[in-house]
């Protein structure tokens, strides 16, 4: 099977919404309360939430579909920063970089992220910020082989508990 990324449309925002749920649930369920689960997907995993992202001109998403089918097994989503930490004009953030497990190891989240590293450089960016739970030890792992270091800390409410997330950047040469 081969993968392909593509620049969204706005009539992929029921796809990015299950595949960010079916992603959630997958790297969380052992972590996290059901009731907590339920919640954020329902609010930040929805389909109207990515179509207002897909509208937004501040926002790039892409998206990796299986090349014989064009089903989304993952996605990135590229904004403006919204995180507690000083940030500059020429800062963007990583909102998202999903992929479901079962395509983790093949070059796939490589490719997501070199796609939203030279969209971000093409754009005059400077430094890349991305948000992270601090458990997660495979996505930091390998946002460490992406060259991000720790920027600061945040807390992150899903559902009724607070999480402790870590900030991490990495700069990012003009195109």
């Not at 059901?34 to 001109?57: N, T, V």
């Not at 926002?59 to 990135?76: D, H, K, N, S």
């Not at 983790?104 to 430094?127: F, K, Y």
């Not at 601090?134 to 996505?139: H, R, T």
Request: glycine share 10%.
């Amino acid at each position: 099977m081969s993968l392909t990324i593509r620049p969204c449309t706005p009539g992929d925002a029921e796809a990015l919404a299950l595949v960010g749920q079916a992603t959630f649930l997958e790297t969380y369920a052992e972590v996290l309360p059901a009731a907590d689960i339920l919640s954020h997907c329902r609010h930040q995993h929805c389909a109207e939430l990515y179509a207002q992202w897909l509208a937004d001109a501040d926002y790039r998403l892409w998206v990796a579909c299986v090349a014989e089918t064009g089903v989304a097994v993952g996605y990135a989503v590229l904004c403006p920063p919204d995180l507690p930490i000083p940030t500059g004009p020429s800062d963007l953030e990583l909102k998202r970089i999903y992929l479901l497990a079962r395509h983790h190891g093949g070059g796939v989240g490589a490719g997501l992220m070199t796609t939203a590293i030279e969209a971000a450089a093409s754009a005059g960016a400077s430094r890349l910020l991305l948000g992270v739970y601090g458990d997660n030890s495979a996505a930091i792992a390998f946002y460490d082989r992406q060259g991000f270091s720790k920027a600061g800390v945040r807390k992150f409410t899903v559902g009724a508990n607070v999480y402790d997330d870590l900030i991490l950047a990495r700069s990012i040469a003009a195109a």
